[in-house]
């Protein structure tokens, strides 16, 4: 049996480093060479559910695309698992989502340098975080990857919108190779890690108590969803404890100060701050306590450690707890009228057709 770190070895995260995702690189570089634009294609902004057909006016290769994104077999049990944990804590991951895992990946220098290329991301945070928000919902929601659902979709359509970025950047003259590949394998696992094992770690932070096995299989239902988003396999850590070993792997390998992930974390912590919270501490001390001192240091965020005590004494975090809905199932439609009941004018990672978008 491989040792953990044979298995996640520098060598083989370095491999990681230089590959991407040749299903839909491949896919986006036939469009942009045949001139085809589905940022103005009407078919491609309407195509939202899972049961819609795939238009047949679209490229023979962006059809098979599509047909292998829907093709992917569900784990139906994994999928009841996660998706009845989400709904049962909707609310707190949200909020974990916009103080937690969003401001964490920013931290990883190289990856915040992507993000920061694309003026849309970079300069509107609050378009950043409503769409990983919508996207989040999409494929966390019971009904994700259902006929009714949007989670075949909002998938495909991210993993398309990587590859556009990856596309622009290395046909460009403000990427160098000795950065590796834009988006990836390593910052993909790293990324998917933010939305479950890292969002299992704020939810015990706000006091809940989250088993081993609702851990695992949160992790699980992730990995199943990083996968449709073509990150390899050997990049999905299947336990906790690997999932722990991984997530500290890329971090030690990754994080650390940079321009780009300072001011990605201050544009995003000066749209929290002016959004209406479910709590009365400050929205930058409790982003501080999620986060921790030395994430906060990388991104050049401020630690108070009197008030972050504050929050983080038992009666705080009992308090805090109980400021989310217990009715889950109420809490989650009303989450569903905010995130899930958008039309075709309201779609989530449009596709990029130039970095200044």
């Not at 044979?6 to 083989?12: D, F």
Request: aromatic share 10%; with cysteine.
């Amino acid at each position: 049996m491989q040792t953990q770190e044979i298995k996640y070895s520098n060598k083989t995260l370095d491999s990681a480093r230089k590959t991407g995702d040749a299903i839909a690189d491949k896919t986006v570089k036939v469009l942009f060479e045949s001139g085809f634009n589905p940022l103005s294609n009407e078919a491609y902004n309407e195509l939202i559910f899972n049961h819609q057909p795939i238009p047949e006016e679209f490229p023979e290769n962006l059809k098979e695309y599509f047909k292998e994104i829907k093709s992917f077999q569900i784990d139906e049990k994994l999928a009841e698992k996660g998706s009845e944990f989400y709904v049962e804590h909707a609310s707190a991951i949200m909020l974990c989502l916009g103080m937690l895992s969003l401001p964490y990946c920013y931290a990883a220098a190289e990856g915040a340098k992507v993000l920061s290329f694309s003026k849309r991301i970079y300069e509107q945070p609050e378009k950043r975080l409503t769409e990983t928000a919508e996207f989040v919902f999409d494929v966390c929601s019971p009904e994700a990857f259902t006929p009714q659902g949007k989670g075949y979709i909002s998938v495909a359509k991210v993993r398309l919108m990587h590859a556009a970025i990856r596309y622009h950047l290395l046909n460009s003259d403000k990427w160098s190779d000795e950065l590796g590949t834009p988006i990836n394998q390593e910052d993909m696992a790293g990324t998917n890690l933010s939305f479950s094992l890292i969002a299992i770690r704020g939810l015990r932070k706000l006091g809940y108590t989250i088993s081993a096995e609702q851990s695992q299989n949160y992790i699980c239902y992730w990995n199943m969803i990083g996968e449709m988003l073509g990150v390899n396999k050997e990049w999905l850590p299947e336990s906790n404890q690997d999932a722990f070993i991984l997530e500290q792997k890329i971090k030690n390998r990754n994080f650390h100060n940079s321009e780009e992930g300072e001011m990605l974390a201050i544009n995003l912590q000066g749209y929290i701050k002016k959004q209406p919270l479910p709590f009365s501490f400050p929205s930058e001390t409790m982003m501080a306590y999620l986060l921790g001192e030395d994430i906060c240091e990388m991104i050049g965020l401020p630690y108070d450690n009197l008030k972050v005590d504050l929050i983080s004494n038992i009666k705080n975090l009992n308090a805090l707890r109980n400021v989310f809905p217990t009715n889950h199932q109420k809490e989650f439609r009303n989450l569903k009228k905010q995130f899930g009941d958008r039309n075709s004018q309201n779609v989530p990672f449009r596709f990029l057709t130039s970095l200044d978008v």
